[in-house]
């Protein structure tokens, strides 16, 4: 067994323990996966005269696991994340924060994917 | 106690804006402190607050004074790949056309400037269009 897949396992571990079930969505298509959430941050932004807030929260779970349609993709501009709180349905539709990318990778191999959300109701 | 000019103004300009019907739907509201949260956001919003004023001498017994209020419009955009913003520019429009050539509170309309239309990162971080309108009057007193 190689360091990567003890990475891959140890993470099932995780969200068997604090994994929450969400819908990956693109489009028409999604997918049902456990996924281990952030806390929620929430972020300052400033522009000419006004202030506002929103709150972020990223979600991992393994890359291998978004499978869209027959075949593995990456988080893209668009997707969309819901997770079920008390019954109410909150999405969070999958941003990059500060120009950055829409995920980064939580482990040196690959494996672990963490999508970056804001929440938008 | 009376209200300030620019008061008067700003009152004026969020009862005109909210007697408009226009292409899309809103709700207005005048703020002192613009502070929003993106996740209470789920229509147009409109909000109009006051901005600034600069006064100068204009003839031997009066002064000019110019004022500023900042409109700011807020609306919800669907997450895509390409956000498509052609109903929300043309409301935009409209709004700053309902403006356009309209004295308030005494005060004689100057121009409205839109620019940037829309702000870029909360389009592309919030999937929200922000745009801000700064229409300047005009007083002489």
């Avoid at chain 1, 996924?35 to 000419?48: I, K, L, R, W, Y």
């Avoid at chain 1, 819901?82 to 040196?108: C, I, L, Q």
């Avoid at chain 2, 402190?33 to 409109?46: A, I, K, N, Q």
Wanted: glycine share 6%; net charge negative; with cysteine.
């Amino acid at each position: 067994m190689t360091f990567a897949t003890d990475v891959e396992k140890s993470f099932t571990l995780l969200q068997s323990a604090c994994g929450v079930p969400i819908k990956y969505s693109r489009g028409d298509r999604n997918i049902s996966l456990v996924a281990v959430p952030s806390e929620a941050d929430f972020m300052q932004s400033t522009g000419d005269g006004y202030i506002e807030t929103i709150e972020s929260r990223d979600f991992m779970f393994p890359a291998s696991e978004l499978n869209l349609g027959g075949e593995m993709v990456l988080p893209e501009r668009g997707d969309t994340i819901t997770e079920t709180v008390n019954g109410v349905e909150h999405t969070y539709p999958v941003t990059n924060p500060g120009g950055s990318r829409y995920y980064k990778y939580s482990d040196s191999f690959r494996k672990i994917l963490r999508v970056h959300t804001k929440w938008t109701k | 106690m009376p209200d300030s000019s620019l008061v008067k103004l700003t009152d004026a300009c969020f009862s005109h804006l909210q007697s408009q019907s226009l292409s899309m739907s809103f709700t207005t509201a005048k703020s002192y402190l613009p502070d929003f949260e993106r996740e209470e956001l789920s229509g147009v919003e409109v909000s109009i607050f006051p901005q600034g004023q600069q006064s100068s001498v204009s003839a031997r017994d009066s002064e000019q004074y110019i004022y500023t209020l900042n409109i700011v419009i807020r609306m919800p955009i669907t997450p895509s790949a390409d956000p498509d913003l052609d109903a929300s520019l043309y409301f935009i429009e409209q709004l700053k056309d309902s403006l356009r050539l309209t004295s308030l509170a005494g005060c004689a309309y100057q121009g409205i400037q839109n620019d940037p239309a829309y702000d870029l990162e909360a389009l592309a971080e919030r999937n929200e269009l922000i745009s801000i309108l700064t229409a300047t009057y005009l007083e002489i007193r």
